[in-house]
């Protein structure tokens, strides 16, 4: 459940989650550096975004960082993927996200993974954040660093992603 709690407050894809290593958190600055791209120019290409509040504050993370303290992987699973389904179906469940986000009927092959993202850009798109701080927090523009269009670009993408809503666990 650890790793959908992530995906769900980072947008991040599923191997950028299972590859978070201890190391790779700043607590302190409220950021994560992410190490792992899809392609071979993100990969190349490391990029730090902020930690939501609602991240750091939730009790399965900040149990994962008490037992994780040093370095090495935040979280290990033998099959990310059965993990992530297994996760999003308690996701739907417990946090009321429809069925639909991760599993369209226009889509014949739905990927759980994908379905973090896709809700994570849709609760960005509700509170009206620019396009271009929700391409920098997904990794779509890499050249997207500190200072776009004249304004903080660090400073509205933190403001997104802690003005997401914490998950209802019921």
């Given amino acids: 459940m650890l790793a959908a709690v992530i995906l769900r407050y980072t947008g991040l894809r599923l191997r950028q989650v299972t590859g978070i290593a201890r190391e790779d958190l700043d607590l302190t600055a409220g950021t994560l550096l992410v190490r792992h791209g899809k392609s071979r120019a993100e990969q190349a290409e490391m990029r730090t975004v902020p930690l939501a509040a609602g991240l750091r504050a939730e009790p399965l993370f ?73 391409d920098f927090l997904v990794g779509h523009q890499g050249d997207l660093r500190g200072t776009h269009y004249g304004r903080d670009l660090d400073a509205d993408a933190r403001a997104a992603v802690d003005g997401l809503p914490p998950i209802k666990w019921g």
Avoid: M, Y
């Fill in 62 to 134: 900040r149990a994962a960082l008490s037992a994780k303290a040093g370095k090495g992987p935040l979280l290990r699973c033998s099959n990310p993927r059965a993990t992530v389904f297994s996760s999003w179906e308690d996701a739907s469940e417990l946090d009321g996200v429809p069925r639909n986000v991760w599993a369209p009927p226009n889509r014949i092959n739905a990927r759980p993974d994908h379905a973090f993202r896709a809700a994570f850009q849709a609760h960005l798109a509700a509170g009206k954040v620019a396009g271009d701080v929700v």
